[in-house]
T-cell receptor, first 110, second 113 residues
């Protein structure tokens, strides 16, 4: 199963872009990269997912490198409400079996 | 549209007592998941249902944990007897199908004294 590596914590100024990196060097060709976040005392929330191409939705953008060994989640204009733990997950074999790691704690500061 | 509903939100019991958690998934979602989340850790999958069938229960401690999903809608997770180490948040999630994004409920925080 492909594992992911994320920095344990990051800070971001309110209104600025937050760029959260994820390394998944052992990813297989057909495995998707998913991002979820978990705000304190809530259940995880789906953000975005992708395979090869960059993806964008109303919440964020996902940039996947050409070799697919790493990706970056971009929150274009971070707000205080974006303070959360962000999880980068590779779905092993596209089974829907999400394996959550420790994630990155993003602190957005005023 | 209502999200995933879980009850109770909080539960405090003494060790060796039984406890049950209830989950109502998003309407129309065929896949239902139960996760366990220890403090400071990411959620860990306990069991996954496709309709009423448990298709992945490899991480469920079957000596004390049990789950059911009657009629492929609501689900109940039970622990009997509870141990001190079971103190955690129990999360329920659902998805339209197993390859779609998962929607999580708020979780039940269990404290075993």
């Amino acid at each position: 199963d492909a594992k992911t590596t994320q920095p344990p914590s990051m800070d971001c100024a309110e209104g600025r872009a937050a760029n959260l990196p994820c390394n998944h060097s052992t990813i297989s060709g057909n495995e998707y990269v998913y991002w979820y976040r978990q705000i304190h005392s809530q259940g995880p929330q789906y953000i975005i997912h992708g395979l090869k191409n960059n993806e964008t939705n109303e919440m964020a953008s996902l940039i996947i490198t050409e070799d697919r060994k790493s990706s970056t989640l971009i929150l274009p204009h971070a707000t205080l409400r974006d303070t959360a733990v962000y999880y980068c997950i590779v779905d092993p074999g596209n089974t829907g079996k999400l394996i959550f790691g420790q994630g990155t704690t993003l602190q957005v500061k005023p | 549209e209502a999200g995933v509903v879980q009850s109770p939100r909080y539960k405090i019991i003494e060790k060796k007592q039984p406890v049950a958690f209830w989950c109502n998934p998003i309407s129309g979602h065929n896949t239902l998941y139960w996760y366990l989340q220890n403090l400071g850790q990411g959620p860990e999958l306990l069991i996954r249902y496709e309709n009423e069938e448990a298709v992945d229960d490899s991480q469920l401690p079957k000596d004390r944990f049990s789950a059911e999903r009657l009629k492929g809608v609501d689900s109940t997770l039970k622990i009997q007897p509870a141990e001190l180490g079971d103190s955690a948040v129990y999360l329920c999630a659902s998805s339209a199908t197993f390859w779609n994004e998962q929607f999580f409920g708020p979780g039940t925080r269990l404290t075993v004294l």
